[in-house]
Nanobody, 122 residues
Framework: QVQLMESGGGSVQAGGSLRLSCVAS????????MAWFRQAPGEEREGVAS????HGFTYVADSVKGRFTISQDDASLQMNSLKPEDTAMYYC???????????????????WGQGTQVTVSS
């Protein structure tokens, strides 16, 4: 079983930046897919970005494209030009590809971190 721990969350003003990190421990097996999800109060959990380690492929959701990037080296999430609507708990997840792609579907991820809070004020 892989344990995941996120760090790097915090409070910033709109337009600011944060970098979230995810550290995996407890197993030598590295899941092919790593992803970031977020969940705001009262909202469903949504995928933000994914990384397919074997191939270095990354995918970023349209809602954050151009502002967020996921590192091909360590799956950290760089968040720039933050907006108040980015406020949420951010979760790191590990999983497996679906038909050769690392998706942003919850069902494809079986290991989750506890989350790190990101708050963006206007």
């Amino acid at each position: 079983q892989v344990q995941l721990m996120e760090s790097g969350g915090g409070s910033v003003q709109a337009g600011g930046s944060l970098r979230l990190s995810c550290v995996a421990s407890g197993s030598h097996y590295r899941s092919n897919c790593m992803a970031w999800f977020r969940q705001a109060p009262g909202e469903e959990r949504e995928g933000v970005a994914s990384l397919y380690y074997n191939h270095g492929f990354t995918y970023v959701a349209d809602s954050v494209k151009g502002r967020f990037t996921i590192s091909q080296d360590d799956a950290s999430l760089q968040m720039n030009s933050l907006k108040p609507e980015d406020t949420a708990m951010y979760y790191c997840a590990a999983g497996f590809p679906d038909y050769g792609r690392c998706t942003l579907n919850l069902k494809d991820y079986n290991n989750w971190g506890q989350g790190t809070q990101v708050t963006v004020s206007s």
